[in-house]
């Protein structure tokens, strides 16, 4: 696994995007993420076939995969060191293919905001807090954010606000 | 595998994307947990939310220790019976001369700080319910010469005396006719100089105290363009699930282009955190809009996703859109599709619940009226025709007989995206004022607000000298500061129907997930963009304002995204909030888009 050096800030550019090309993807296709609870080797088949496409920062405690797909959609991926992904955050114009990246947990999500939705029609942010899996997320149409991660996964020591 | 033999885009082949110094968004520190309550906390739940003369509520509590103390405010206007640690019995007095609000609060016996109120609406007798076919009606927009039929429903009418109806004013406003202890037609006057307002009221014959009042708004026929019109009415009442959660809903006539073929729908939900007017095609019974192709045989469809992951799925319909007097010609429209077609897995896969129906939607569908001309825009830029070298996935071109999970989307120049329909508009076309009254309480059976069309166009949508202009940034939002923490991604919304933010206030687990549930009120301010004023504003149970049949609620939180304040509907209680169109003449030289208030 190559690691970069952590990046020094993130600067505030939105879009357009006026920074380097550094992928090519052919046709629309998402590349494929690795899923929340699941171990991250599929990044690394991503990366190889991909480039530079995923830049990954190591810290302590765990490693961060961010990848930018087709659509602009930024997916930020915290991989703990027995190499399990516990967490997702993503952030662009639009959804990112969250069957992918919530893996085994899409079905749970799902199911929680259908259960919300049969309670109160109309539209307000995501809050799902379940044992094992916390989801938050909103934005406006063509703004959009979020952030996964499954509590008992955390890496010791670890806080929720790494994960953004 | 597919067999059809369609064109592809030209551009689908090769797409490069774009990485950034994409920031993500500034801590939240929100964590997961709930909030840890300390000490005492007092939970309230009435058994009704207004009662008549002599009506009964009895109100359940919980407290987690000690007992409650229990009193009522006006002191005398009814009496508190059976007080205990788990509740009181309220009765109304026999004789209610006029409308009154009774504060009924329980204190902790072991921390006399604690407390928590609820409010009941004591009704005179007899209490009047105004219908039309069968449903409440709420504030009504109604063409020039047209007419609508009135019911009165009266409870506690013991004489059976029915009303009196009056209009007013009286002059120049219309007429009634058919007039009976219980019914009447208002007759709209044959032409209007403007959107005209009146009030229909019907008084008690046998107690003039009780009354109830219809808001209507009269405007020019849609075939008098160029009217002075610009205004649309607002109600939080109706919905097709009443009562609602703080949905502003209004009306609009859809018809065939440059054809009087038009049907009026109802119940459209007014979003200014999305762009476009869509249409549930179950609503579209009458009228069938042509929809847009490419002139080989094949349709643009369109994908959507808002904020708490659904989705809406359909055809992009040509119409032109009439709303408060303005028109919209040849708007590109969606039509939210009935039943369940196959949808490409680009747009699927991004959401969770298809909302292709009016008790998933919440309303007949949604007039989106933000900050930018089309859904595809943001701030000048256009995501999808090309011309960033990237695509939304919003576009799909696919045959009469439907698209395949593994249609990629399409490109589709500016003019024929779905239309914020106010840019169309020929003058008042950079932006909206939405207005509310504030509530009398923390909540009401139903706010009555105005749309107004356009911004410094008229003489009813100047922006006050008061009023704070806030500039966004990339991708429209502005930074709200709570509580120390800067919260960057934050926006004003009236598609959201509470105030969300991140706070350790408790989160209902019970009837009300989603929202706060506070035991007791909660007091709170936040600064919006280095505005010098704050916001205060309050958070109440929802579990507690959700127990009646009220459609308005000033207090209603919940929790947010990570480093987002989502100013929603409560926002607009007692204020007015003005959207500038990007792009759009400014009437705030250097500032486009922007929120005023």
Not at chain 1, 128 to 135: A, C, F, G, H, K
Request: hydrophobic share 35%; aromatic share 8%.
């Amino acid at each position: 696994m190559k690691l970069e050096t952590p990046r020094e800030t993130c600067r505030t550019t939105g879009w357009p995007l006026k920074a380097t090309v550094v992928l090519v993807i052919l046709a629309f296709s998402l590349p494929s993420f690795a899923e929340l609870g699941g171990y991250a080797d599929s990044v690394e088949v991503d990366r190889a076939k991909m480039k530079a496409s995923i830049k990954v920062t190591q810290s302590k405690a765990y490693a961060v995969h961010e990848i930018t797909t087709a659509n602009k959609i930024l997916v930020r991926e915290y991989v703990a060191a027995d190499g399990r992904v516990f967490g997702v955050a993503w952030q662009g114009p639009f959804l990112p293919d969250l069957s992918q990246i919530f893996g085994s947990f899409y079905n749970q999500y799902s199911d929680a905001v259908k259960a919300e939705k049969r309670t109160y029609a109309g539209h307000r942010p995501v809050d799902i807090r379940q044992p094992r899996l916390v989801v938050q997320g909103g934005g406006h149409m063509l703004g959009h954010f979020g952030r996964a991660y499954v509590p008992d996964m955390l890496p010791e020591g670890v806080s929720t606000d790494a994960i953004r | 595998m597919r067999s059809d033999n369609r064109k592809k885009p030209v551009h689908g082949a090769l797409l490069a994307a774009v990485a950034a110094g994409l920031t993500f968004l500034a801590a939240c520190g929100g964590s997961s947990s709930n909030g840890n309550l300390t000490g005492v906390a007092i939970g309230l739940a009435p058994s009704v939310r207004s009662v008549g003369p002599a009506g009964v509520a009895t109100i359940a509590a919980t407290v987690n220790t000690g007992s409650l103390t229990w009193s009522l405010s006006p002191s005398g206007f009814g009496t508190l019976t059976s007080p205990s640690a788990t509740g009181v019995t309220y009765t109304a007095p026999t004789t209610v001369s006029t409308p009154t609000v009774v504060t009924i609060t329980a204190t902790s016996t072991t921390s006399t700080g604690v407390s928590a109120p609820v409010q009941l609406a004591v009704q005179p007798s007899p209490t009047i319910a105004l219908q039309t076919g069968g449903k409440t009606v709420g504030p009504e927009t109604i063409a020039a010469g047209q007419q609508l039929a009135i019911n009165a429903v009266l409870v506690g009418d013991t004489t059976n005396a029915g009303v009196t109806w009056s209009l007013s004013p009286s002059a120049g406003t219309g007429t009634l006719s058919n007039v009976t202890t219980t019914s009447v037609t208002y007759i709209a006057p044959g032409s209007a100089p403007g959107n005209t307002p009146v009030t229909l009221t019907a008084t008690s014959a046998a107690n003039s105290g009780s009354i109830a009042t219809l808001e209507l708004t009269i405007y020019p026929a849609a075939a008098s363009p160029g009217a002075a019109a610009n205004v649309a009415a607002l109600t939080t009442s109706g919905g097709p699930a009443p009562p609602g959660t703080n949905s502003f809903f209004t009306s609009v006539s859809v018809c065939v282009p440059s054809t009087t073929n038009c049907q009026t729908i109802d119940n459209i939900l007014v979003d200014t955190g999305s762009e476009g007017l869509r249409v549930l095609q179950s609503a579209m019974t009458t009228v069938v809009l042509p929809q847009l192709g490419d002139g080989s045989g094949d349709y643009f469809n369109n994908c959507v996703s808002f904020l708490d992951t659904s989705y809406l799925w359909g055809p992009v319909a040509v119409a032109d859109v009439y709303i408060g007097g303005e028109t919209a010609g040849s708007a590109p429209i969606q039509l939210i599709s009935s039943g369940n077609p196959t949808v490409p897995s680009n747009c699927s896969n991004g959401g969770t619940v298809n909302e292709n129906t009016p008790a998933l939607l919440g309303a007949n569908g949604i007039l989106g009226i933000g900050l930018e001309p089309t859904d595809c825009f943001i701030q000048g830029v256009d995501l999808c025709d090309g011309s960033t070298g990237s695509i939304l996935p919003a576009y799909y071109l696919c045959p009469s007989s439907g698209c395949f999970t593994t249609d990629p989307p399409t490109t589709l120049p500016p003019t024929q995206q779905v239309v914020n329909p106010v840019f169309l508009f020929g003058t008042d076309n950079n932006g909206t004022a939405i207005t509310f009254p504030p509530l009398s309480g923390i909540s009401a059976p139903a706010a009555d607000g105005s749309l107004v069309f356009g911004i410094a166009t008229s003489t009813n949508n100047t922006i006050p000298g008061t009023a704070t202009v806030f500039a966004l940034d990339a991708q429209d939002f502005f930074a709200t500061v709570l509580n120390g923490q800067t919260l960057s991604s934050s926006f004003i919304d009236t598609g959201s129907n509470g105030l969300f933010f991140p706070s350790s206030i408790t989160v209902c687990s019970n009837t009300a997930p989603g929202f706060y549930c506070p035991a007791t009120q909660q007091s709170l301010s936040a600064t919006n963009g280095g505005s010098a004023t704050p916001v205060n504003f309050k958070i109440d149970n929802a579990e507690n304002l959700f127990t009646g049949n009220d459609s308005a609620f000033q207090t209603l939180g919940g929790p947010g995204g990570t480093g987002s304040f989502d100013w929603g509907a409560p926002f607009f209680y007692g204020r007015t909030v003005f959207t500038q169109i990007d792009g759009q003449a400014t009437p705030v030289a250097g500032f486009s888009p922007f929120w005023a208030y």
